[in-house]
């Protein structure tokens, strides 16, 4: 009898450590897999966007990459993700060489690797579109095709096409299907916001005009343009390059490098490069900071398909710098810090 009372108090004691046990795994791992699920959620409704850019054309694309693998953060779901860059040809530039977009593809795998940074890229098309019905693939327009298919029209995926429009218009025509899940934010054009007359004489829309038309013209696609009018008022000065950002970063000195290197061939004016217009900077940072820029509902071109598109009509130029500064400051001090 001795034997089995110890039995049974032992049995007791087995059953209560267990039911102590299961309580407390059911606090700590079930608020964690509420943490897990609200994160999931929370993932779910990050906004995705590419940046499709003629990097190797010009300087402000390297600017506006940075800025944005600064802020890039795979853990605040709150954030949005860029999910991939990609390079697009500038055939038009009397600087260029046959492969425009492999020259793009090669600037943007440097930054990506000076940033630490883990987003794939991929190489455009060398070629604009030959038709408004032929489109020119590549790994770029594939990619685009990819990401655009696990979007929805509730949760699109934006394109900010910093250049020739050829890699997004190549995806559209591979795929309809995906015009929906596509926001198309084009940096280009000239407009005056007085008398809603467009100016597609510009460098971007002239690399691939037939691309650009393709894109004002799909029927569905959510269209929005920072304007090289508005954009042109961000500008930068080398001593502000050289006094904001830490001068021992390797990333400071390639943007340097890059800036004095570069030969502006449509222009003579500012010999010594004492500053640059960063357009393609204001299109992401109107993005990220959308109290700092005018966004309207206007009337597209008259000779594309009628309907509204959403045009930048003007930015505040010195609150856009000192953002972009302050954000890339702190991103590369503290990968400094981390690497140390």
Same mark, same amino acid.
Request: aromatic fraction near 10%; charged fraction near 20%.
């Given at each position: 009898?001795?034997?089995?009372?110890?039995?049974?108090?032992?049995? +007791?004691?087995? #059953?209560?450590?267990?039911?102590? &046990?299961? *309580?407390?795994?059911? !606090?700590?791992? =079930?608020?964690?897999?509420?943490?897990?699920?609200?994160?999931?959620?929370?993932?779910?409704?990050?906004?995705?966007?590419?940046?499709?850019?003629?990097?190797?054309?010009?300087?402000?694309?390297?600017?506006?990459? +940075?800025?944005? #693998?600064?802020?890039?953060?795979? &853990?605040? *779901?709150?954030?949005? !993700?860029?999910? =991939?860059?990609?390079?697009?040809?500038?055939?038009?530039?009397?600087?260029?060489?046959?492969?425009?977009?492999?020259?793009?593809?090669?600037?943007?795998?440097?930054?990506?690797?000076?940033?630490?940074?883990?987003?794939?890229?991929?190489?455009?098309?060398?070629?604009?579109?030959?038709?408004?019905?032929?489109?020119?693939?590549?790994?770029?327009?594939?990619?685009?095709?990819?990401?655009?298919?696990?979007?929805?029209?509730?949760?699109?995926?934006?394109?900010?096409?910093?250049?020739?429009?050829?890699?997004?218009?190549?995806?559209?025509?591979?795929?309809?299907?995906?015009?929906?899940?596509?926001?198309?934010?084009?940096?280009?054009?000239?407009?005056?916001?007085?008398?809603?007359?467009?100016?597609?004489?510009?460098?971007?829309?002239?690399?691939?005009?037939?691309?650009?038309?393709?894109?004002?013209?799909?029927?569905?696609?959510?269209?929005?343009?920072?304007?090289?009018?508005?954009?042109?008022?961000?500008?930068?000065?080398?001593?502000?390059?050289?006094?904001?950002?830490?001068?021992?970063?390797?990333?400071?000195?390639?943007?340097?490098?890059?800036?004095?290197?570069?030969?502006?061939?449509?222009?003579?004016?500012?010999?010594?490069?004492?500053?640059?217009?960063?357009?393609?900077?204001?299109?992401?940072?109107?993005?990220?900071?959308?109290?700092?820029?005018?966004?309207?509902?206007?009337?597209?071109?008259?000779?594309?398909?009628?309907?509204?598109?959403?045009?930048?009509?003007?930015?505040?130029?010195?609150?856009?710098?000192?953002?972009?500064?302050?954000?890339?400051?702190?991103?590369?001090?503290?990968?400094?810090?981390?690497?140390?």
């Amino acid at each position: 009898m001795k034997a089995l009372r110890i039995f049974g108090t032992i049995l +007791v004691c087995l #059953l209560v450590a267990c039911l102590v &046990y299961l *309580y407390l795994w059911s !606090l700590v791992f =079930g608020a964690r897999f509420d943490d897990l699920s609200a994160a999931a959620e929370a993932r779910s409704r990050q906004p995705h966007y590419i940046i499709d850019a003629d990097t190797a054309n010009e300087v402000d694309d390297l600017f506006a990459i +940075v800025g944005a #693998l600064a802020r890039d953060n795979r &853990y605040h *779901y709150d954030r949005p !993700l860029l999910v =991939g860059l990609t390079a697009a040809q500038f055939h038009t530039s009397p600087l260029a060489g046959s492969t425009t977009a492999l020259e793009s593809q090669r600037i943007n795998e440097q930054l990506l690797k000076l940033m630490y940074a883990t987003v794939p890229s991929f190489p455009g098309s060398d070629q604009p579109l030959r038709s408004a019905t032929e489109a020119q693939p590549s790994p770029a327009s594939q990619f685009i095709v990819a990401e655009a298919r696990k979007a929805s029209p509730e949760q699109k995926l934006t394109v900010f096409i910093l250049g020739s429009c050829t890699n997004l218009a190549s995806a559209i025509l591979s795929d309809s299907s995906i015009v929906p899940n596509v926001h198309a934010r084009y940096l280009g054009f000239w407009y005056d916001p007085a008398t809603g007359v467009y100016d597609k004489k510009e460098f971007n829309t002239g690399n691939d005009p037939a691309a650009l038309n393709l894109l004002l013209n799909t029927k569905g696609l959510e269209f929005t343009v920072m304007t090289a009018t508005s954009s042109q008022a961000l500008q930068m000065t080398r001593e502000q390059l050289d006094n904001k950002l830490p001068a021992d970063s390797p990333v400071t000195q390639y943007l340097q490098k890059r800036w004095d290197t570069y030969d502006r061939w449509w222009t003579e004016a500012d010999p010594g490069k004492k500053q640059w217009t960063m357009w393609d900077v204001a299109s992401l940072e109107a993005w990220f900071n959308p109290q700092l820029a005018t966004l309207e509902n206007r009337p597209a071109p008259a000779e594309n398909l009628q309907r509204d598109i959403n045009v930048y009509t003007a930015i505040d130029s010195g609150q856009m710098l000192e953002q972009w500064f302050m954000v890339v400051d702190s991103s590369l001090r503290a990968t400094a810090k981390a690497i140390q």
